[in-house]
């Protein structure tokens, strides 16, 4: 019933649904809306608009409910703060409204976990075991900095082995601190750990805590007190913009989860894989949502698979003055969830068609003329300037300050992209070595190392795993 | 309900169904056929004999519903003719009665997203992923003909990435025009592709058409074009029996699926390689339907895994003068899914009795003395003569101008097996290169390359992937 | 109902049904038995220690109906023995109640069906794919050995290929001989074979019998007249205890498989992973249960795995004078299925504690400073003397007479700890070829090799797969 109701209120007549929708396709027609059942447990595959647009009720659904919450909390107890904490990887609903809502977000910290459930090869989950992937806390913090409007709180962090990964090893000695220095490098305000005491009973009984089961001070214990010590005798800094910004977008994660057109496509992963990119140039990364209105502080911007660009980002596209890289799947689809005519990515200021996509079989790569490959998709694209080709002759890189990216690149071929695209824009990069990681945070420069040895770079040497900070 | 009664035509009595059942086994004997339930959601295994007879049930209520569609359209448009595209490896319902109801039967050949879910090893769908392998639109099309009497359509044709598949890539350059003109070849009298125009909105919209969504020609569309223009130069043609005949009987693709015995037999897959083996020898091959009457056509006739030889069936054979290879699992159940005593395959031409069987697990093949081995399955079987046999001493292969395989061969032995007996039946053969295959219709000898590159062959160049044909 | 009925009756009061259960943990406190539902279908993961009891409901319910069924049988039938078969790794229920009520117990020894479904690597299933694994069966004779209170059974015996399975190959000639003769040596009074004559029709038409579906002989009817002759030659022997005795209990499985915390971690798993060390060892095994109250007989005692270990068992422990080696996760639990405090293993004569646990993800294994690893699961533990530790320097195996083992084995660590417990303990081991096993029957040893060739050992020739028995 609530359904139909956002239905009638979001299209006013059953007419406009059926055109949205394209429900002359298949005889889905509509005559009311009643008529509307949920999309589901169909003969065969359901509306993919109607799917998509299920996803946007339900999460407008979470967006009321917590600004219910929130009426209710700020009317009987004025002057306190509200903030709820939100979890890794999670993308059922927007969090962006909700940062909007809350006075800041903060959100649950569990690098191990999410290391193991991440989609890496089996050589990498072996390799980041005991101390999580190097991207993957960080990509949240930056992602929660970007949902809070610059202030977040790591409000559950792993002290040590969790319950509910498929294993739940105990991290290396010293994660707990690099951990948590990582929260502060990247601008959280406070980092509190999952729990205090190991309960010994009901479900969490394997989850551990600061404290043991017999309250004796677990390694965590200590790791926590050491950073307390450290962080006593550091001034507060103020956060500053990075010089890169990614668009990272909810709705396009529903939307490549509709139709994925390609078993192993997937939002995050792509994300994931451009902001590791970045990283891996030694960069810091500010993360933006779709409507970002103003690009005015960054010189590179990125926007890889954002289905449906917003107005006010494409807006703010042409008025930027830096280099900003689209594709794949970048616009690829209309606010209906159909293939725009013309075709994508249909951008005023960029000369570039998609004539078709196709997505790639494991083990089927797409050589790039320069080095690496597409892997998982690509597209055939026309436009100019090219400025990388496949193998095979089709464009792999058009355009000039605004450019489209028509595939979905190796670590290789995006290190190559991105490189260039950072000379281009006027930033200096830095390959790290395997393990390190930089972040800049006000004054500060954070050295990172996720490695189990020393790391020597750029005349630090940084120990492993463990982390070094320095005025810039 | 319908069940129940479908049982009462087919039995008479309970005491009859119990008999054929074997329902005295576990105490499942049935008082009336009111007791009887649908053969599923039972505490342990249902009776298989059960579960086949409700498989049968259902292709009967499909045969009767497309009979009754006929009936009505043949009433109300006289003289029109009446098809319906049925699809490739689809085995839920028996296909032959409806190629009778059916003036000529059609069929959807989407090679690549076949090919995908084919189970090949892995090398193999990497090296087929953008052409498709060269056997799969073949049999489907050399079925079909069969199902049709010699006529078929090709109602649906990909001409570019779909949108089912796991993954959905853009086939080779040329293949659009390849598999039309292989079509043809095997006797197809229209192709037609499935779709004109991309539809840019709903399920379907990522389904390539002849033109793209803003109605621009695709690739395809030129392929096409120029297929047409090739064939205006053509002569009509009539269809000629192949030297080498295959039963496909969907009734023991119902048996297998009942009762595997080993987790990776299945009928189709077994079909295909026997089909694959002979076309790797050069050869064309009509597909025939389990009550063939007539062999006198044919060289050799092969009859893999035929659950239950048809009298028809036997009676052809015994006055076959040609060589027939049955086996593996050929003739190993009785009509009511039963053992036969005595004992399998029970020819009263052939000196062979199978004693028992064993499926294979992965990687525990049995070798053959003269090469090549037995992988999934392997019978132990006594007889005479014996022509092959096993690594381990037991007979692999018995019989004279009627043969029985005690064994699944890999694809070197079925090589060696299937050239013995083209030689014994007076067949050239004619082994193919990797990606070649040749298939002649009536005056015309058709050479298909699926692969990359040109393949000189017989004094041939084919482009690769392309087709060359010549009058034989 | 019953379940709620099962609660009050151990519980008594809600409020110590919420202390046992810690529902205090996620608001899950009762306040009456009413509210009690079954443990499933809840929002996140039920209470494990309610998913216990249910467990333990279970058992206690399979108990019941076993006492009520013997009860009326030696009412009606006065002086006749009561026996019922078990199968193979089965957990779902405590065995050693139903061996009290039984007057002996039997079991339904499949050794190939067994071996493909234990999760052996694929090597392992290979190499052992006609044969079975030399362990397979023996485990259960031993552990069915002792639920019989030294009487058993082999009611069903596998005669050749079975029906179940993922795939049922033919078994090796020979093996229904080896493992005949191999369940007498493991004290079976009685080897019954299943079936008789291999029914024609109905679910097991291809599970194989003595005699054929045509009632011929099949092989194994062979087989077993031969060790009907050999047998009759044999005189009785008394059993005599093994020198080396391990604790198998139902109540451990079920507490692991409610919560693994690492995927892969399985009772039964490490318990045959113990059995088959001992094995490899030459050494002949009792297998006790968990309230086992008299050790003397042993000079060697294991109980990996016991969650908790009952008073009983403490009790004998304390006053056993050879050598026991506990651990991993033993005694890990409180009976109400909570982290006891003060911390694991708290036995009074151990020093020794398991402050933390991890379990250990594929490919990520713990090298030991003397050599091989511990796989899938290991403990922070402290304690003395320190008898092991592992290259990064933590406690690997802990104590005196009493030891306690602070991780999973491989097979290579497992063989040095356990040749080291035999040394102390004065148990001459005799380390075997592969697929080699040696049993003690009272004055007889029987020398039985699984391997396809002869294997000489200790003077002896044994043939391929075969056996070989002398008087010791």
Redesign the interface.
């Given at each position: 019933t609530a359904f139909r109701r956002w239905l009638r209120h979001t299209y006013q007549t059953p007419e406009q649904l059926n055109e949205a929708?394209?429900?002359?396709?298949?005889s889905?027609e509509l005559r009311s809306f009643d008529e509307v059942s949920l999309p589901h447990l169909t003969v065969?595959?359901?509306?993919?608009?109607a799917r998509l647009d299920f996803r946007r009720f339900q999460s407008s659904q979470v967006a009321a409910y917590d600004q219910m919450q929130c009426d209710i909390i700020r009317a009987h107890s004025p002057g306190r703060f509200v903030t709820h904490n939100m979890m890794g990887f999670f993308t059922k609903y927007d969090h962006w409204p909700l940062g909007e809502n809350l006075d800041f977000v903060s959100w649950d910290s569990y690098p191990l976990g999410f290391t193991?459930q991440f989609p890496f090869s089996?050589d990498e989950?072996?390799r980041w075991?005991?101390t999580a992937h190097p991207d993957i806390a960080p990509f949240n913090h930056d992602l929660y900095r970007g949902v809070g409007e610059g202030r977040f709180w790591v409000m559950e962090q792993q002290p040590?082995?969790v319950?509910w990964a498929?294993?739940?090893?105990?991290p290396k000695p010293g994660m707990v601190r690099l951990w948590t220095w990582e929260a502060f490098a990247h601008g959280a305000e406070v980092v509190s750990y999952f729990r205090w005491r190991?309960?010994?009973?009901?479900?969490?009984?394997?989850h551990?805590g600061l404290l043991?089961?017999?309250s004796?001070a677990?390694p965590a214990y200590d790791e926590a007190a050491e950073v307390a010590r450290e962080l006593s005798a550091m001034p507060d800094v103020e956060a500053t913009p990075a010089p890169v910004a990614m668009v990272f977008d909810y709705a396009s994660a529903w939307a490549w989860a509709t139709?994925p057109?390609?078993?192993d496509f997937d939002y995050f992963r792509l994300c994931f894989a451009f902001y590791r990119g970045l990283r891996r140039l030694g960069l810091s990364v500010d993360i933006l949502p779709p409507d970002a209105a103003d690009l005015s502080a960054y010189k590179l911007v990125l926007a890889p698979g954002v289905a449906t660009l917003s107005d006010p980002f494409k807006t703010a596209l042409l008025a930027h003055k830096g280099i900003a890289v689209l594709g794949p799947r970048t616009n690829a689809k209309t606010a209906?969830?159909?293939?725009?005519?013309?075709?994508p990515p249909a951008m005023p200021s960029l000369d570039c068609t998609v004539?078709?996509?196709?997505?790639?079989?494991?083990?089927?790569p797409v050589p790039l003329t320069k080095g690496g490959n597409f892997l998982h998709w690509r597209e055939?694209a026309e436009g100019a300037p090219v400025r990388e080709t496949t193998a095979d002759g089709w464009p792999a890189l058009i355009g000039d300050r605004l450019r489209y990216l028509a595939g979905w690149p190796d670590e290789a071929a995006l290190a190559r992209i991105l490189t260039d695209a950072c000379t281009d824009a006027g930033i200096t990069t830095d390959t790290m070595p395997e393990g390190l990681r930089c972040r800049d945070a006000g004054p500060w420069r954070f050295w990172i190392n996720y490695a189990a040895h020393p790391v020597t770079h750029a005349g630090h040497t940084v120990p492993g795993p463990g982390v070094l900070w320095e005025q810039r």
């Amino acid at each position: 019933t609530a359904f139909r109701r956002w239905l009638r209120h979001t299209y006013q007549t059953p007419e406009q649904l059926n055109e949205a929708w394209g429900n002359v396709f298949w005889s889905m027609e509509l005559r009311s809306f009643d008529e509307v059942s949920l999309p589901h447990l169909t003969v065969t595959e359901a509306n993919p608009a109607a799917r998509l647009d299920f996803r946007r009720f339900q999460s407008s659904q979470v967006a009321a409910y917590d600004q219910m919450q929130c009426d209710i909390i700020r009317a009987h107890s004025p002057g306190r703060f509200v903030t709820h904490n939100m979890m890794g990887f999670f993308t059922k609903y927007d969090h962006w409204p909700l940062g909007e809502n809350l006075d800041f977000v903060s959100w649950d910290s569990y690098p191990l976990g999410f290391t193991e459930q991440f989609p890496f090869s089996h050589d990498e989950h072996v390799r980041w075991a005991l101390t999580a992937h190097p991207d993957i806390a960080p990509f949240n913090h930056d992602l929660y900095r970007g949902v809070g409007e610059g202030r977040f709180w790591v409000m559950e962090q792993q002290p040590g082995p969790v319950n509910w990964a498929p294993w739940n090893p105990i991290p290396k000695p010293g994660m707990v601190r690099l951990w948590t220095w990582e929260a502060f490098a990247h601008g959280a305000e406070v980092v509190s750990y999952f729990r205090w005491r190991q309960a010994p009973f009901a479900q969490e009984q394997q989850h551990a805590g600061l404290l043991r089961p017999d309250s004796v001070a677990a390694p965590a214990y200590d790791e926590a007190a050491e950073v307390a010590r450290e962080l006593s005798a550091m001034p507060d800094v103020e956060a500053t913009p990075a010089p890169v910004a990614m668009v990272f977008d909810y709705a396009s994660a529903w939307a490549w989860a509709t139709q994925p057109q390609g078993r192993d496509f997937d939002y995050f992963r792509l994300c994931f894989a451009f902001y590791r990119g970045l990283r891996r140039l030694g960069l810091s990364v500010d993360i933006l949502p779709p409507d970002a209105a103003d690009l005015s502080a960054y010189k590179l911007v990125l926007a890889p698979g954002v289905a449906t660009l917003s107005d006010p980002f494409k807006t703010a596209l042409l008025a930027h003055k830096g280099i900003a890289v689209l594709g794949p799947r970048t616009n690829a689809k209309t606010a209906d969830f159909a293939i725009p005519v013309p075709l994508p990515p249909a951008m005023p200021s960029l000369d570039c068609t998609v004539m078709r996509v196709e997505s790639l079989p494991p083990d089927v790569p797409v050589p790039l003329t320069k080095g690496g490959n597409f892997l998982h998709w690509r597209e055939k694209a026309e436009g100019a300037p090219v400025r990388e080709t496949t193998a095979d002759g089709w464009p792999a890189l058009i355009g000039d300050r605004l450019r489209y990216l028509a595939g979905w690149p190796d670590e290789a071929a995006l290190a190559r992209i991105l490189t260039d695209a950072c000379t281009d824009a006027g930033i200096t990069t830095d390959t790290m070595p395997e393990g390190l990681r930089c972040r800049d945070a006000g004054p500060w420069r954070f050295w990172i190392n996720y490695a189990a040895h020393p790391v020597t770079h750029a005349g630090h040497t940084v120990p492993g795993p463990g982390v070094l900070w320095e005025q810039r």
